[in-house]
């Protein structure tokens, strides 16, 4: 099966980063390797968050991990769609496993993995994560980036908003979703947690920890999952959600005009707004680099 795997970032003051990882966000340590920190949660990733020591803010790559078949499908479709891409290699890191990077539409870094050495699951924590359940990044060109996860990763489109688009590569609602923006970078990572009560009492150890919210709490309208967004210390937004919708296959698209809010709300529970202001920065910190792929 699909899932997305992990996000790897870029950015100076790397262990400051992983120390707020690893400490209030509620993740563990996975190991060093040179300049890199890897973080896991409570699931079966050898790791679902890494951060590497460099001079400027950066997401290196955005992972998802399948069988075998499922990601030599995706470097076969990859190949005849003429997307740059990089052969089969083998990946040292947490998990290991065999794969290939592959460069997007706007010079996204995709990694497509088929993990060799799963780690065992940990016992459900309130206070920890279990895995990344989806990232959003924003795009200048989102219809562009729907048809390309259609046809060279083999996702499905669940929804479309105003802003938004939001594809699934398993039956979570999303694991990826595309906004609607002048630039191509992070737009956020989304840490699924237990159930509401985790996410509720990671709010209050964040308010603790001088992490105030930048939105939330609250339930969105695609997906259903119940939110709080965060504008981490390293910069860059971060989510703990859960309850997202499992869908099937008969799952209805849904249009703009489905997901629409009254005025003064944004989600189910109306409780509070996006900050803007805040987030906006926070979503524009972590870029892809340059395009290394050849084609
Ligand atoms: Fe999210």
Redesign the pocket.
């Known amino acids: 099966m699909m899932r997305l795997r992990s996000v790897e970032l870029e950015l100076p003051q790397s262990d400051a980063a992983a120390g707020f990882l690893s400490g209030a966000w509620g993740l563990l340590d996975a190991g060093k390797r040179g300049k890199t920190t890897f973080l896991r949660g409570t699931g079966d990733h050898g790791y679902i968050i890494s951060v590497t020591e460099a001079a400027v803010f950066g997401i290196a790559s955005v992972t998802f991990s399948g069988s075998g078949e499922e990601v030599a499908g995706v470097a076969q479709r990859a190949k005849a769609a003429k997307v740059p891409h990089q052969p089969i290699q083998s990946f040292d890191e947490p998990g290991n496993g065999h794969g290939f990077v592959l460069e997007g539409l706007e010079g996204q870094i995709y990694r497509f993995i088929a993990e060799t050495q799963p780690v065992a699951k940990l016992p459900d924590d309130l206070k920890r994560p279990i895995q990344l359940t989806?990232t959003?990044l924003n795009s200048t060109d989102r219809e562009a980036c729907v048809r390309f996860a259609e046809q060279v990763f083999g996702f499905r489109i669940s929804d479309r908003t105003q802003a938004m688009s939001f594809l699934r590569c398993n039956r979570q609602h999303h694991a990826v979703a595309y906004v609607k923006s002048d630039i191509c970078s992070l737009n956020?990572i989304?840490f699924e947690m237990p159930n509401l009560e985790a996410v509720m009492l990671g709010i209050g150890r964040m308010r603790d920890n001088g992490v105030p919210l930048v939105w939330g709490p609250g339930r969105h309208g695609p997906g259903n999952n119940v939110?709080g967004y965060f504008v981490a210390p390293f910069g860059g937004i971060i989510?703990y959600?859960s309850e997202v919708n499992l869908v099937d296959d008969d799952y209805p698209v849904g249009k703009p005009e489905d997901w629409t809010w009254p005025p003064g709300r944004s989600d189910q529970w109306g409780h509070s707004l996006k900050d803007m202001a805040r987030a906006e920065t926070a979503e524009r910190q972590y870029r892809f680099r340059p395009a290394v792929i050849p084609a």
Request: aromatic share 14%; hydrophobic share 45%; glycine share 0%.
């Open positions: 989806h959003v956020h989304a939110f989510e959600t």
